[in-house]
């Protein structure tokens, strides 16, 4: 039925050094940071608009910028957990999913309006303790140019190849506009988005989804 989503995710520097020289173009330092997202899945095809699931993870990212290229190593902690409503109205049992892992993604800009990226992961503590441990994705990131103004339209397309899946692929495909800059930079964007494959819900994890839906996005 009719599901809503709701993400809400911060990302700072801590330190930085190196050579941040001029534009991006010429940029070349090292970033540590932080990040955390939380994500809340709401059914609103009952009365209870149940709470079905709430998954959050915290992050520690190291960046090496090389012009508009980077990679990045990050420490990476992941919990999920099913919504109180949810366990009531279907009798479920919540099962405790988390995953302290290692993940290294690198990007590199092909041309000012495509980004393509590749990377994957190994989660040294995971619960339950069979899950798999090893993942890999890859995607391509369609943006507008930076030099453009007005409506801009954007994309991507995403594919996460999980061991706890069997290594089935989980597709996530995203295209929509982005709304004219504030400012001098962009700051909102409206998408489209359809995923298939093994859910991105631990608690659901490994089990198979397929949805479509419409979505804002705010960079604040």
């Given at each position: 039925?009719?599901?809503a989503?709701?993400a809400?995710?911060?990302?700072?520097?801590?330190l930085?050094?190196?050579e941040?020289?001029?534009?991006?173009?010429?940029?070349?330092?090292w970033?540590?940071?932080?990040?955390?997202a939380?994500f809340?899945?709401?059914?609103?095809?009952r009365?209870?608009r149940?709470?079905?699931?709430?998954?959050?993870?915290?992050t520690?990212?190291?960046?090496?910028?090389?012009?508009?290229?980077?990679?990045?190593?990050?420490?990476?902690h992941?919990?999920?957990?099913l919504g109180?409503?949810?366990?009531r109205?279907?009798e479920?049992t919540?099962?405790?999913f988390?995953?302290?892992?290692?993940?290294?993604?690198g990007?590199r800009?092909?041309?000012p309006?495509?980004?393509?990226?590749?990377?994957?992961?190994?989660?040294y503590?995971?619960h339950p303790?069979?899950?798999?441990r090893?993942?890999?994705?890859?995607?391509f990131?369609?943006?507008?140019?930076?030099?453009?103004?007005?409506?801009a339209?954007?994309?991507?397309?995403?594919?996460?190849l999980?061991?706890?899946?069997?290594?089935t692929p989980?597709?996530?495909?995203?295209?929509g506009?982005?709304?004219?800059p504030?400012?001098?930079?962009?700051?909102?964007?409206?998408t489209?988005?359809?995923?298939?494959?093994?859910?991105?819900l631990?608690?659901f994890?490994?089990?198979?989804?397929?949805?479509?839906?419409?979505g804002i996005?705010?960079h604040?």
């Amino acid at each position: 039925g009719l599901e809503a989503e709701f993400a809400l995710a911060v990302t700072f520097p801590v330190l930085a050094w190196g050579e941040a020289d001029g534009t991006s173009s010429e940029r070349r330092d090292w970033v540590l940071g932080l990040e955390a997202a939380a994500f809340a899945r709401f059914g609103l095809h009952r009365t209870e608009r149940e709470l079905v699931n709430t998954d959050w993870f915290f992050t520690i990212p190291l960046v090496r910028w090389m012009g508009p290229h980077w990679a990045r190593v990050r420490y990476y902690h992941t919990s999920s957990h099913l919504g109180d409503e949810y366990i009531r109205v279907f009798e479920e049992t919540g099962k405790h999913f988390a995953r302290d892992a290692v993940e290294i993604l690198g990007l590199r800009e092909a041309t000012p309006w495509l980004d393509l990226y590749a990377g994957g992961g190994f989660g040294y503590n995971v619960h339950p303790s069979g899950s798999g441990r090893w993942w890999t994705r890859a995607g391509f990131v369609v943006q507008p140019d930076p030099g453009a103004g007005g409506w801009a339209p954007m994309g991507s397309l995403d594919v996460d190849l999980d061991q706890e899946a069997g290594w089935t692929p989980r597709w996530t495909a995203q295209a929509g506009v982005w709304l004219p800059p504030l400012r001098g930079r962009r700051w909102a964007r409206i998408t489209a988005e359809l995923v298939t494959g093994p859910t991105p819900l631990g608690q659901f994890f490994p089990g198979r989804t397929t949805y479509g839906g419409i979505g804002i996005v705010l960079h604040l």
